[in-house]
């Protein structure tokens, strides 16, 4: 009996050992083994051009790390830089980032985690507006450019950093070139810092001021003299982002240029392009061009949130047009049913009223 408990409890402690070491391994993960992504679907731009950028924050260890999962650099706690080749990296704050959220408390993120944030990087960021500095610019020039991000915790004593992304610039020609030099020349009367035209690629929201329409003017001057640019499906896609919020010429004309600049595939703007024109659309009650847009969303984005939303809207639409039809049928065969008996009836009433009179 000794010898068996002296067995018995030699196995219970190799198994408690074994334990103790697996628990080991795991609270020996922090922060800093979080994995952080830069990534992006252009690793070749025109000077100015804004560029999409997805950041992603993953846990590809075996066990589950204290921290957060506030990755959208509009917080504050994720970073980015840029350096042209091979200088030093400096930070960058010009984006425009495609979801805002609000900052949460220290989490558990549990092993298998990812998730990622959208949005693009601006070329030029005033550093102050109206204080005649000429602030941060990126891709201005040809060439090679690196990109990358960290992302700190809560406290901000531990920071993780990404890979290293590399981007090239290269020289603009034909319609390119003219239209990168027009833009070149333009500089806002009030913001003298923030030369290059670097304005007619954004948008103004719902206000409209003296000096926003002269950029809404100087942006219907570039399309209409540089349409085959490069940059003209970003001045299409805001004014149509202007224009369909009631800023100058109206919801019609917005309208328009949103149908241009989701006309361009390869756009990595041209969702937003066609979403805001449904819902554009539909609020003019012009529901059948909706609908065709909805359908042609769903095709080229099968994967995104409107595409598998408006694949489900069409499978449930078949279907009750496919029940419909089965009641349609059915009662057309019973009315066919019914007109036959009455035929049927009506023959033979005719005919045994005949065989009377003749008897």
Known sequence: ????????????????????????????????????????????????????????????????????????????????????????????????????????????????????????????????????????????????????????????????????????????????????????????????NLPYGDFLLRTFGRSITSESQKVLDRKEEFVSRFPDSEYAKYVYYSLGDDYRLGVGKGVERGIDYLKKAASYERFFLAYQAMTKLIDTLAEQNRTQEAEDYKKLLASRYPDSGRGRDYREEAYEEGHRETHRRSWLIAGVAVVGVLVVAFAAVYLFVRRGGQGRRFL
């Open 1 to 192: 009996m000794r010898i068996g408990s002296v067995v018995y409890m030699g196995i219970v402690c190799m198994l408690l050992r074994s334990l103790c070491g697996v628990l080991e391994a795991q609270e020996s993960h922090g922060f800093e083994d979080l994995t952080l992504e830069i990534s992006t679907t252009m690793e070749e731009v025109l000077p100015m051009e804004p560029m999409p950028i997805s950041i992603t924050l993953s846990n590809e260890t075996a066990s589950a790390i204290k921290g957060h999962t506030q990755v959208d650099p509009g917080i504050g706690l994720t970073k980015t830089y840029a350096a042209k080749g091979d200088g030093p990296f400096v930070e960058f704050k010009s984006s425009d980032w495609l979801l805002i959220t609000g900052i949460g408390a220290e989490e558990v993120i549990k092993p298998g985690f990812h998730e990622s944030v959208s949005g693009y990087l601006f070329y030029a960021r005033p550093d102050p507006i109206g204080k005649g500095t000429r602030g941060q610019y990126l891709f201005e020039s040809p060439g090679t450019y690196r990109l990358k991000a960290t992302f700190t915790d809560l406290s901000g004593e531990a920071t993780i950093e990404s890979n290293v992304l590399t981007i090239r610039v290269k020289e603009p020609t034909g319609p390119n070139a003219a239209a990168y030099e027009f833009l070149r020349s333009l500089s806002q009367d009030k913001t003298p």
